[in-house]
C-alpha cells in the first residue's frame, strides 16, 4: 500500500546486476512486505536479536533453501557442515587448514561460488542493525566481489544500528561494475493509512493521528478494533511491547527524558525536557542525543522535542510507575530546575498554544487542564516575559527566545 514508486525503484534496480542496495526504515514500515512483492528470484535470510548469535547464521539460513546445480566448484565443498539439507548434493569437503583466517576465506569463496551457480539472484539480510562480527565481514565480502548476475540487499534500521557498524560505508568500497542504491520507506500519507484500514475493516476510523502512519501499527489497531470493536482505542500489546523493548535498552537520563516526554505530551524545548525529566544538564545534551537517535525522540521543528507517535507515548506513560508519574507531573508546573525569571515547561505549552491562536478554553481542552488554569499560566508567563498581551506571545516566540 502506498509503494508503487518504491516498489518501481527498486525493481528496476535490480535487474541490472551486480548490485548492493541499502534499505533503511523504522520498524513496522514494510521493508519486508516490499521485498515480498519483487518478482525476483530471492534467498532471504535474517539477523536475529541474540546474546550469543551463531556465526554466517544470516546466509545460512537464506542459502539453505536454495536448490543447487550439479557440477559445484569444488570449494563449494567447505559448505558441507553448515547445509546438511543439501550436503549430499555438494562435493566432498576439503581437508582441514592449519590457518584459520585461511580457512575463513576458503569459506567465504565457498558461498560466492554457491551464489554464482544459483545465479540470477537476489541474496536479501534483513535487519543487519543485529548483525553478527562474523556475517558482517562476510557481507563485506560478497559486495566486493559479487558474480555479474548476484544483487544483495540489506535492510536495517538507522536506530538500531550500533554506532561502530557504518553500514552506508560499505558502498564507499565497492570496486567498479558493481552498482548501488540507498533507499528510506517513510511513513504512510493520510490517505494510504486510511485506504490500508479500509481493506482491513469494515468501517475504521481515523488511523493516521494515532499511527502517523506506520503499516504495523495500523495493521494491529485494526486487529484490535476487529477482536473489541467499540472499545476505546489503546496501543496494542505487540506495539507496547516493542516500545518499552527500545525503552529499556537507553541509559537512565535518557529513559527519563523520554518518560517526561511522555508526561509533557507535547514538542516542547530542550531546556524545558530537561527540566522536568529531572537529569543534570550536563547529562542532558548526551541523553537527548541517545533519545534521538534511538527514534523515540524527534525533533519536530527546530529546537523542540517530543516523542514520535502517540502510541508510542500511551505505552510509557502507562509503564512510568505512580511516583514517578507525581514527580514529573509536579515538575511540569514547578520546574525547580529553571532559571529566576523563565517559564516553566507547561507555561511554555500554553504559550505555543495562545500564539497559534488557541482560546483558554481550547488550551485546556487540549492540555486537560481547567480554563482558570490556562488563565493563570498566561498572567504569569506574561509577566516574567514583560508582555502586556497574549497577542504578542507569536512575535517572542518567531524570536526564539522562550
Sequence with gaps: ?????????????????????????????????????????????????????????????????????????????????LLPEYAHRLPLAPPPLQDPQVERHRLFRAVLSLLDSLSPVTLVVEDVHWVDSDTRELLSFLARCLPDAVNLVLTYRAEDLPVSYPVAAMLANLPPGVGHAEMSLAPLSPEETALLAKHLLPDPPDLWELTTGVPFMVEELARMLAERPGRELRTPPAVRDAVLLRLG????????????????????????????????????????AEALRRALLRERTPGTYGLRHPLTRQAIYESITPAIRRRLHRRVDTPAASPEGAVSPREDQVIRLAADGLTNREIAESLFLSPRTVEVHVANALRKLGLSSRRQFREHLAKGTT
Excluded: W
Design 1 to 81: 500500500m502506498g509503494r508503487d514508486r518504491e516498489l518501481c525503484q527498486l525493481s528496476a534496480v535490480l535487474s541490472h546486476p551486480p548490485v548492493v542496495v541499502l534499505i533503511e526504515g523504522e520498524a513496522g514500515i514494510g521493508k519486508t512486505r516490499l521485498l515480498r512483492e519483487l518478482r525476483h528470484p530471492m534467498l532471504t535470510g535474517c539477523c536475529h536479536p541474540m546474546c550469543e548469535p551463531f556465526p554466517y547464521g544470516p546466509i545460512v539460513e537464506a542459502l539453505r533453501v536454495a536448490d543447487p546445480p550439479r557440477g559445484l566448484n569444488p570449494v563449494t565443498g567447505a559448505l558441507r557442515p
Design 249 to 288: 535498552t537507553l541509559s537512565a537520563a535518557a529513559r527519563r527524558l523520554v518518560q517526561a516526554a511522555a508526561v509533557l505530551d507535547a514538542h516542547v524545548p530542550e531546556r524545558a525536557l530537561i527540566a522536568v525529566a529531572g537529569v543534570p544538564p550536563e547529562q542532558g545534551e548526551r541523553a537527548l
